[in-house]
């Protein structure tokens, strides 16, 4: 199969960089250097996959996520040289599937693609599929979530944070096996994503349903029961 993926990075020497790697693996490659020439090339074009830049001139990364979330699921990997935890959350709340911090070894994001792409084929690609936990629903094909038919709004990250707790119930994840599952890769040791969506998640259904799904097992990690 061939996999298309557009970059969007206004360093043209990195831009090129990755452009000839990329085609070295076998990869059709598009580019555009700044934000809003990225974003018509993302909306008029069908892409596997679109790395994107965080700092771009004419409309940040931040904003080009955003807006092809409105219409799209086309997996997203992040490139900035920040690399702290909130702004790590930053772009993945956004629609992010991955973040990777300048400077980066080549390897580890052809790793990083390769692990999208699989979990695009894998999840998204499935026929009609739906879990359901004590009236909280979700369906992997509408991608919705909904409690007693109520529909809740996420994020694609909390969504796909979601999905796994309940495709899991009653089972206590760990927060490196959520990092491995949830966002592919390990963060090293970085583990406070995981607890930042986990009180976004806790913030949108526990909270706002009254109603406790998500729990804490001290010194483990955390589980989603099913009673």
């Known amino acids: 199969m061939e996999y ?3 970059i969007i990075e206004d360093e043209q020497r990195i831009a090129r960089f990755l452009e000839l790697e990329l085609q070295h693996e076998g990869y059709v490659i598009e ?3 700044d934000g809003r020439n990225g974003l018509e090339k993302a909306q008029s074009d069908d892409f596997s996959l679109i790395i994107l830049d965080i700092m771009l001139p004419g409309l940040n990364g931040v904003e080009v996520c955003r807006r092809i979330r409105q219409s799209s699921q086309v997996p997203i990997i992040m490139l900035t040289a920040k690399d702290s935890t909130m702004d790590k959350v930053m772009g993945l709340d956004t629609g992010a599937d991955d973040y990777v911090t ?3 070894a080549i390897e580890e994001l052809l790793a990083r693609i390769r692990v999208a792409l699989k979990r695009k084929s894998s999840i998204y690609a499935k026929p009609s599929n739906t879990l359901l936990v004590n009236g909280l629903k979700i369906d992997l094909d509408k991608y ?5 038919d109520s529909p809740i709004e996420l994020t694609k990250k909390e969504f796909d ?3 796994y707790l309940m495709e899991n119930k009653n089972m206590v994840l760990t927060r490196d096996q959520i990092l491995e599952k949830v966002w592919g890769y390990s963060y090293f040791g970085d583990t406070n994503v995981v607890d930042v969506y986990i009180r976004y998640l806790r913030s949108k259904i526990d909270n706002k349903f009254n109603r406790k799904f ?3 097992i ?3 990690g955390y589980l989603l029961k099913d009673e």
């Open 4 to 6: 298309k993926i557009l």
């Open 31 to 33: 580019k555009a250097y």
């Open 102 to 104: 300048k400077p980066f």
């Open 144 to 148: 919705l979530v909904t409690y007693n």
């Open 161 to 163: 944070f979601l999905h």
């Open 214 to 216: 998500i729990h804490t």
């Open 218 to 220: 001290r010194g483990v």
